[in-house]
């Protein structure tokens, strides 16, 4: 049974370059959701979706960010253009509704120059 | 809003049972979480609470006193392998559409 599948794992790019993160959900789960963690800012949710459409992007931090989500079984989170202090750990959730448990991808490690 | 507050650090031996304490303020409560999160590795859910009280999982216990905004996590019979992150997180009512606000977590460090 697979869990939360993310990639890429690691990710290292130059500022002003675009960046694209992947994630799949559990299958069946119907909300997903995106997450930064950072030492100083501790984990913190930028969106999430319920059955596809986004619900609170209230935690997206400027209009650098986007998120989609195309179908239940993939989503993206875009950085355009990257800066140094994008650099984090993107985590994706899935839930198999609104109040179960989350569970937590591996994360990708995002490291902006 | 939620304000979410736990200890930054804190350091227990082997064998002993070490308490992990958590305040919250929120303006919606539908929960309060657990996860362990160790060094490069993803949040792992440990216990969940809803209603007062204690909930035991072996050698977990989570309790939660919701007028009061409390909860703490329990770890009895410490072993190694629990020097980790332990984040508490609240989960907003239907309103604020069920998402976890964490708090900064508590470095757990078990020596021999």
């Known amino acids: 049974d697979a869990g939360v599948i993310q990639s890429p794992r690691h990710e290292v790019t130059e500022m002003g370059q675009e960046v694209t993160l992947r994630c799949k959900p559990i299958?069946?789960?119907?909300?997903l959701f995106w997450y930064r963690q950072t030492m100083m800012r501790g984990l913190e949710l930028l969106i999430y979706f319920n059955n596809n459409v986004p619900i609170d992007d209230s935690g997206m931090p400027e209009d650098r960010f986007s998120a989609k989500m195309p179908n239940a079984s993939f989503s993206t989170l875009k950085i355009q253009p990257s800066e140094p202090r994008d650099s984090a750990v993107y985590f994706c959730?899935?839930?198999?509704?609104?109040?179960?448990?989350?569970?937590f991808g591996p994360g990708t490690r995002l490291t902006v120059l | 809003g939620q304000n979410i507050d736990q200890p930054t650090e804190m350091t227990a031996t082997e064998g002993a049972i070490v308490q992990i304490n958590c305040t919250y303020q929120t303006s919606g409560f539908n929960g309060l979480f657990w996860y362990q999160q160790h060094a490069g590795e993803a949040p792992t859910f440990l216990s969940y609470?809803?209603?007062?009280g204690l909930e035991e999982k072996g050698r977990f216990s989570s309790f939660l006193s919701r007028s009061k905004g409390y909860s703490y996590l329990l770890l009895k019979e410490l072993q190694m392998k629990d020097s980790a992150s332990y984040l508490c997180?609240?989960?907003?009512?239907?309103?604020?559409?069920?998402?976890?606000?964490f708090g900064k977590g508590t470095s757990l460090l078990v020596t021999p």
């Open positions: 959730a899935s839930s198999e509704t609104g109040p179960d448990t989350q569970y």
């Open positions: 609470n809803v209603l007062d």
């Open positions: 997180a609240v989960r907003g009512n239907s309103n604020s559409g069920y998402a976890l606000n």
């Open positions: 299958s069946g789960h119907d909300y």
